[in-house]
């Protein structure tokens, strides 16, 4: 006489499917010694909805012919989430973060506001999920989905993708050295920017600007590359790099 699920919230509300042989006309349902509510019945199954209860329970069936034997039930307690390992990230998603916390184990989906992921579970006390893509930039709840109901509590938020449009100035010398802003959308989350391929140091001024100092770099064209919460923009040729005079 299997069980399905065989878990479910110590709070109760759970949906159980009991199946077995001559079931039908079935009177009681009990967890451990508490009543299930009994909502379809036919010869070979019973359906009920889970009382409260807590740890490993036996479920019994009983009929006009008796009662069957035991078959056990495990109560889980609501899942309680700690951390997550990133807080923000693009608004296409796609990136990986990790959820730390307690009764995790069960985790059959964690949803970012209205949109939802299936997570791998690595512990009780971590899950990680490919964060969906979001219906807009902002910030949404997180909430996970266990054998033992459902916590929110944790945040995330969407970040539109950065563009960069201009910089000034467009020229310095190879040494490096200058002062340069960095003109475009989506910047407050700006997290590195190089200018041919070499980090230059940064300062966010607003949303659509940052200030960078550049690093020394050949002679020539160089791509400025500003990345950010939510992606990464390109500014191809966007500096150029000076040689000093010689006599």
Do not use: R
């Amino acid at each position: 006489m299997p069980i399905s699920p065989n878990q479910g919230s110590t709070g109760g509300g759970t949906i159980v499917t009991i199946t077995g042989v001559n079931l039908a006309g079935a009177t009681a349902v009990k967890f451990g010694t508490k009543p299930a509510t009994i909502t379809a019945n036919t010869p070979t199954a019973v359906t009920v909805v889970s009382p409260s209860g807590a740890g490993e329970v036996s479920v019994t069936v009983t009929t006009a012919g008796g009662t069957s034997n035991p078959l056990p039930f495990f109560y889980v307690g609501a899942p309680f989430k700690a951390a997550v390992s990133e807080t923000s990230g693009p608004t296409a998603g796609g990136n990986t973060v990790a959820i730390t916390g307690i009764g995790l184990a069960t985790a059959s989906d964690v949803a970012f506001g209205a949109n939802s992921a299936t997570p791998t579970i690595v512990s009780d006390s971590q899950i990680d999920v490919v964060v969906p893509a979001g219906t807009s930039a902002g910030s949404v709840g997180i909430t996970v989905t266990t054998a033992g109901g459902s916590s929110n509590g944790l945040s995330y938020t969407y970040v539109d993708a950065p563009t960069v449009s201009s910089i000034s100035p467009t020229e310095g010398p190879t040494s490096g050295g200058t002062a340069v802003t960095v003109t475009g959308t989506d910047l407050a989350t700006t997290q590195s920017v190089t200018v041919g391929g070499s980090t230059a140091p940064f300062t966010v001024v607003n949303s659509s600007e940052v200030s960078i100092v550049t690093p020394p770099g050949s002679a020539g064209a160089a791509d400025v590359v500003v990345t950010t919460s939510g992606g990464t923009a390109t500014l191809v040729g966007g500096y150029t790099y000076v040689a000093g005079p010689g006599i």
